[in-house]
């Protein structure tokens, strides 16, 4: 069975500052996804990543994708309130099912 | 613009009850998935469906049951509710794994077994 992990889980981050959310995944995949979620809410498609090295950047978020090391990274450049959510990436093995990670909540204080 | 959509929003059962959660989809996409969410949780999969009269279990499947008549319509069954099925359930449905599509959700409905 495909594990994803995520970390953090939690994380509290001033205005204004940088960081970075990580997603290990347990076998071959080359198609990782990015999601957010506000709570009470349902998942919005953040990113698509379809090989290696890929990247994508929208606004303040930038996904990248490392499958030899079964890693993606969403940064998160200059923090602002709204991007409060939490976060979940998935990878889509050949069965085409989708596998989420545990997601990490964000909170940004202003 | 309907994407995906999912009834009821909000149920309660009692513990023994049955219910179906519908989920029907306007995209054309061959896929669709049910995944539960619990509180503070990521989505694990409940089934899936890789085409009209397909059906196969996902990571965690005891206690439901689904059909796929139609490439519309994905049907999710409880039978005999119990308290550990309280969560937040998502249909969701992409077009194929060659196309790289995304998936695309439902609004969730809650249900709560008492």
């Known amino acids: 069975e495909l594990k994803v992990e995520q970390n953090p889980l939690f994380l509290s981050m001033q205005e204004g500052k940088n960081y970075t959310i990580y997603c290990n995944y347990s076998?071959?995949?080359?198609?990782l996804y990015w999601y957010r979620q506000d709570p009470g809410k349902s998942l919005e498609s953040l990113f698509v990543?379809?090989?290696?090295?890929a990247v994508k950047q929208e606004g303040r978020l930038m996904a990248s994708l490392d499958t030899k090391a079964r890693l993606s990274t969403l940064h998160i450049t200059a923090a602002v309130h709204d991007l409060s959510a939490t976060y979940f990436c998935?990878?889509?093995?050949?069965?085409?099912?989708?596998?989420f990670g545990t997601g990490t909540s964000l909170t940004v204080i202003p | 613009n309907a994407g995906v959509t999912q009834t009821p929003k909000f149920r309660i059962l009692k513990i023994g009850q049955s219910m179906t959660l519908q989920c029907t989809q306007d995209m054309n996409h061959n896929y669709m998935y049910w995944y539960r969410q619990d509180p503070g949780m990521g989505l694990k999969l409940i089934y899936y469906s890789v085409g009209a009269g397909i059906t196969d279990k996902g990571e965690v499947p005891n206690g439901y049951n689904v059909s796929r008549s139609t490439t519309e319509d994905f049907p999710l069954r409880l039978e005999l509710a119990a308290p550990s099925q309280t969560s937040v359930y998502f249909c969701?449905?992409?077009?194929?794994?060659?196309?790289?599509?995304?998936?695309?959700f439902g609004e969730g409905s809650w249900l709560t077994v008492v």
């Open positions: 969701a449905s992409s077009y194929s794994w060659n196309s790289g599509n995304t998936i695309y």
């Open positions: 990543l379809l090989s290696n090295g």
């Open positions: 076998t071959t995949s080359d198609r």
């Open positions: 998935a990878v889509l093995n050949t069965g085409n099912q989708f596998y």
